[in-house]
């Protein structure tokens, strides 16, 4: 008798350990916010080849914007491997994982996402950005990470880089600052720790300075070229197809 009530006990105790734990990782996939790491919702019988609405990105991310329309050739002057054609859902989650996703031309301008494109104060960005102007007279590199506040632009025309900008919110410091402010950023009073004026010890304190975020970095975005926060919002844009390939 006392043998059948400790097993009847043991199996309850059991039962109750697992419908807690079960309670737990239902909850806790729930918490999953894929708006804002889309890669999580890819899945291998994903549709690719149909051609979709373009879906907005931007934020924890790399891109480029380079004038031109035509996306082959784009592809074939950043050295893609492995390139086929994509839609918008499929290429957009794939560029947060290890792809690169070439949209179709808008207004003009292709944008090449991806986090494995280069780190913004790299040479080779620099270089990407000098081939590219060359060929298509302008292209720009935006890049922006929440975790450490990193916040980075740079703009190149026929051949030369005019203007980079990139701050670290986490050391609160510039990585870079170089060339002529745009008309655009004249509207900032950007914080630059590279000038005299940042010499002086209440340099962070004045309420006049603009210290860059994610949407700074979306603003100069949609003056210079495209704002990819609200492509999705656009409803003068057809279905279309981009590139993804792989660096």
């Not at 780190?119 to 935006?142: R, V």
Request: glycine share 6%; aromatic share 10%; charged share 25%.
């Amino acid at each position: 008798m006392m043998t059948d009530k400790l097993t009847t006990i043991s199996i309850l105790s059991l039962t109750i350990v697992f419908i807690f734990t079960f309670i737990w990782i239902v909850k806790r996939n729930k918490s999953v916010n894929v708006e804002i790491i889309p890669s999580l919702v890819i899945k291998k019988e994903m549709d690719k080849t149909t051609p979709d609405l373009p879906l907005g990105f931007g934020y924890k991310i790399s891109w480029m914007a380079v004038k031109t329309k035509n996306i082959q050739m784009l592809s074939q002057l950043l050295k893609l491997k492995k390139t086929s054609i994509c839609n918008w859902k499929y290429g957009i989650n794939a560029a947060y994982e290890n792809s690169i996703f070439i949209t179709p031309s808008i207004d003009g301008w292709a944008l090449v996402c991806g986090n494995e494109l280069p780190d913004g104060d790299s040479n080779e960005i620099q270089e990407i950005l000098i081939t590219l102007s060359k060929e298509f007279h302008e292209a720009q590199f935006f890049s922006t990470h929440r975790v450490t506040e990193y916040h980075c632009w740079i703009k190149a025309v026929e051949g030369k880089v005019i203007r980079i900008y990139s701050y670290v919110g986490e050391s609160g410091e510039n990585i870079s600052v170089n060339g002529k402010l745009t008309d655009f950023e004249k509207k900032f009073n950007l914080i630059n720790t590279f000038s005299k004026e940042a010499e002086d010890s209440n340099y962070f304190d004045r309420e006049d300075l603009t210290i860059p975020d994610e949407e700074l970095v979306m603003q100069i975005a949609g003056n210079w070229s495209l704002n990819p926060t609200t492509l999705n919002e656009r409803a003068d844009l057809p279905l279309s197809l981009g590139i993804l390939g792989k660096r």
